[in-house]
């Protein structure tokens, strides 16, 4: 089996910061892209942020700027760095990726529980 626990969250007021973690464990060959998605009450999930597997990353235009994804390829984690939060940032934040197998040769989405992001004063 395969899980993506993510961490992170929480109350921050405008201008803060926050950093989100997610690690992936389980029987796991190999992790191509990973992302972070979010979705605020009454919308459609989002693509935040994303990153390949060399490095490569692109980034919702809401968030150019302000907002940071790295990973850890040996400790299958990807990171979200939050800067200059507004309230508009405040959602549900999902990190998702795709991840092949052992005794298996294609790649399935795996997506995270979720974890809460809330910026006000």
């Known amino acids: 089996q395969v899980q993506l626990v993510e961490s992170g969250g929480g109350l921050v007021q405008p201008g803060g910061s926050l950093r989100l973690s997610c690690a992936a464990s389980?029987?796991?060959?190999?992790?191509?892209?990973m992302g972070w998605y979010r979705q605020a009450p009454g919308k459609q999930r989002e693509l935040v942020a994303a990153?390949?597997?060399?490095?490569?990353?692109d980034y919702a235009d809401s968030v150019k700027g302000r907002f940071t994804i790295s990973r850890d390829n040996a400790m299958n984690t990807v990171y979200l760095q939050t800067n200059s939060l507004i309230p508009e940032d405040t959602a549900v934040y999902y990190c998702?990726?795709?991840?092949?197998?052992?005794?298996?040769?294609?790649?399935?989405?795996?997506w995270g529980q979720g974890t809460q992001v809330t910026v006000s004063t």
């Open positions: 990153i390949t597997s060399g490095g490569s990353t």
């Open positions: 389980g029987n796991i060959v190999k992790i191509n892209a």
């Open positions: 998702k990726a795709e991840i092949r197998r052992r005794s298996t040769w294609y790649f399935t989405d795996y």
